[in-house]
């Protein structure tokens, strides 16, 4: 990807991917973490983010079963794929581009 051409992610998504890069994560965790930077989806919508993240093949997600108070609950865990990584790295490299190109930060040493 040219690093003059705008990203193919959304900062929303750039978002829940770099939520991702340590470790997998329940979908309420990144709704939660969301909701801390000021996001406030409904459940269907984030999930049906999320169904998009998985169609593009940038994250996977698989269901858990867990019983809390003699109830059995399935609960949505995601992971980030590779192209996922890649996608958040090139958005990252393109804006900080941006901020360099623009004086806010020091040119990259290297």
Do not use: C
């Amino acid at each position: 990807m040219s690093p003059d051409r705008l990203p193919a992610v959304t900062h929303l998504q750039f978002l829940v991917l770099g939520l991702l890069l340590d470790a997998p994560k329940a979908g309420r965790d990144i709704r939660a973490e969301l909701q801390r930077h000021g996001v406030r989806r409904t459940a269907p919508a984030f999930y049906q983010m999320m169904a998009r993240l998985e169609d593009a093949a940038l994250l996977e997600g698989w269901y858990e079963q867990k019983v809390i108070d003699a109830q059995l609950i399935k609960e949505r865990h995601y992971r980030l794929r590779p192209a996922g990584a890649r996608a958040w790295s090139v958005t990252r490299d393109f804006y900080l581009a941006r901020l360099r190109a623009a004086g806010v930060l020091e040119p990259a040493n290297g």
